[in-house]
């Protein structure tokens, strides 16, 4: 069975810091596909980042990046100058074959001024 | 814009009633779910479509069953609500990978059904 684990349930950060949360998963497919996705207050969860597992460079958008470990099965998101607006669940999920997206159990960050 | 939408943002029904949860998608989506949302589990997969009259079971069917009828629209049923179906449900949609393989595209979400039975 393909498994997500986040085992950070809660994180803080204050403005203008960088954060990371971790993840980790396990999976027996050579095929998949990894995403971070945020959840804020109003619950519509929107894609933060996504990473290919055949690629070995570690996937950026902006402020936000991955950190990919292939071997460890470790997928870490790294958000630098921490916003307000970065207050959220994340979560992270492996694709793997046949579409199947399994989720963890998300971390709530906290963003303090 | 890619649009998910949910048929309600909250629900109320009773034990033993038949509830409907409606999802549309505007973006000619192949691929649709149903998710349950509880704290400390995540998102956990009731049922998957891949295409219209097509569905897969998830991690989680029991109690649930679902409706493709239309490529846009997918219908999760609770035959007869119970108070342990109380929680959060999202569905989500995404355009379909080649048979087998991981999805490699975005999925979209709707903005959740928060459902109470009583």
């Known amino acids: 069975a393909q498994t997500v684990t986040q085992s950070q349930p809660e994180m803080s950060v204050q403005e203008a810091e960088t954060v990371t949360l971790s993840c980790t998963y396990d999976t027996s497919e050579s095929d998949y596909y990894l995403f971070w996705y945020k959840q804020p207050p109003s619950r519509q969860m929107i894609l933060v980042i996504r990473?290919?597992?055949?690629?070995?460079q570690n996937a950026t958008e902006n402020r936000f990046s991955v950190n990919f470990q292939k071997a460890a099965k470790s997928f870490s998101l790294k958000i630098s100058d921490s916003q307000l607006g970065d207050a959220a669940m994340y979560f992270c999920l492996s694709s793997t074959g046949f579409q199947k997206l399994v989720f963890g159990t998300g971390t709530r960050l906290l963003v303090s001024p | 814009d890619v649009k998910v939408t949910q048929s309600s943002r909250y629900l109320v029904k009773r034990t033993g009633e038949k509830v409907f949860l409606e999802c549309v998608q505007d973006m000619d989506h192949e691929n649709m779910f149903w998710y349950r949302q509880d704290p400390g589990l995540g998102l956990r997969l009731i049922y998957f479509s891949y295409d219209v009259k097509m569905k897969e079971k998830g991690d989680i069917p029991e109690g649930y069953s679902v409706s493709r009828e239309k490529k846009e629209r997918f219908s999760l049923i609770l035959e007869s609500a119970s108070t342990n179906q109380t929680s959060m449900y999202l569905c989500?949609?995404?355009?379909?990978?080649?048979?087998?393989?991981?999805?490699?595209?975005?999925?979209?979400f709707g903005q959740g059904t928060r459902l109470t039975v009583v």
């Open positions: 989500a949609s995404s355009l379909r990978s080649w048979a087998g393989q991981a999805l490699n595209t975005e999925a979209f």
């Open positions: 990473q290919e597992a055949y690629k070995q």
